[in-house]
């Protein structure tokens, strides 16, 4: 064989060789800042969860209460409270903050029709573990002192947080 070929051919396979080290080492990692994250529980659900989000996509959603009947511009304040307390909690979560970045750090925002809906909702992403960021107004105008107004719902995995918030309408 010509020596040219087998040091390319050896380059080759080093290559491959260290970018499957890097690939596995980067697996266990993000395995262990998941199971970091999920806390107290179990370590099937870490692994479950870090099978969800390989190579899926992420989003955030806004559920917004539609019974309160806030003007355009109060249900987008509220919304955007949502966002920003969404963004703190996952910001030193880095394979979450990541991945929806890498997705667009995409945002819907949604509605249910009372406050008892909105409470359900978040009872269900946290069951799932996704994080959520549930937001009362302080009542300087449209609403009243304490009034649960809206809750995000993620940034986490697309088809983990449309199991919790894909039956509900656009807002």
């Known amino acids: 064989m010509d020596r040219n070929l087998s040091t390319q051919l050896a380059a080759i396979a080093t290559g491959v060789g260290v970018g499957v080290a890097i690939g596995w080492l980067l697996r266990a990692k993000i395995h262990h800042s998941l199971a970091k994250h999920l806390g107290n529980k179990s370590k099937e659900m870490a692994e479950h969860a870090f099978d969800e989000i390989m190579g899926a996509e992420c989003k955030l959603v806004i559920v917004v209460r539609s019974d309160l009947k806030m003007g355009k511009g109060k249900a987008c304040a509220q919304s955007s409270h949502a966002a920003v307390m969404a963004y703190e909690q996952i910001r030193n979560k880095k394979p979450i903050l990541n991945l929806w970045r890498a997705s667009g750090q995409r945002k819907v925002v949604v509605k ?30 449209q609403v009243s002192p304490g009034s649960r107004t809206c809750v995000g719902v993620g940034p986490g995995p697309t088809q983990l947080v449309d199991k919790v918030t894909g039956h509900l309408k656009l807002y």
């Open 112 to 141: 249910v029709d009372t406050e008892e809906e909105l409470l359900e909702v978040e009872r269900e992403a946290r069951k799932a573990g996704l994080v959520t960021s549930l937001i009362r107004d302080a009542g300087h105008t």
